[in-house]
């Protein structure tokens, strides 16, 4: 979802970036919910900088509470500030042009993938 507020031809197709001429008049638009986004920031180096991860190293997990405890309170937020940036960017962009007030429906995921492994009978993420 974020590589859609920069992407040249998706920009172009949307509103014509500055040509009113190329741009597509569109029904709706169906975007990611920003899933493959969440998945790009949890993969993030478990060692490096806090504020470049989702995700906090096993020595940091408190002792209790719900999966939250594994999660970077802070770093959750700034990453839910970007795709709250994003998606409003996304929103101008479409207003720009043919597709002014075009429905957006986002999709999303039921529930996070916790990592890139096959799943079925035997087998899990």
Do not use: C
């Not at 986004?37 to 993969?43: F, G, K, P």
């Not at 957006?104 to 993938?113: A, I, M």
């Amino acid at each position: 979802m974020a590589d859609t507020s920069t992407e040249p031809a998706f920009l172009n197709l949307l509103n014509g970036s500055g040509n009113p001429h190329l741009a597509w008049k569109w029904d709706a638009i169906l975007m990611s919910g920003g899933g493959n986004d969440l998945i790009d920031a949890a993969q993030a180096d478990p060692q490096g900088e806090l504020q470049a991860r989702l995700l906090l190293r096993a020595d940091k997990w408190p002792t209790n509470g719900g999966v939250e405890r594994f999660v970077s309170l802070p770093d959750w937020q700034t990453f839910s500030d970007l795709l709250d940036r994003v998606l409003f960017n996304l929103l101008e962009e479409r207003d720009r042009n043919v597709n002014l007030g075009v429905p957006l429906p986002l999709h999303s995921y039921d529930h996070v993938t916790v990592r890139n492994a096959p799943a079925g009978p035997g087998l899990a993420p």
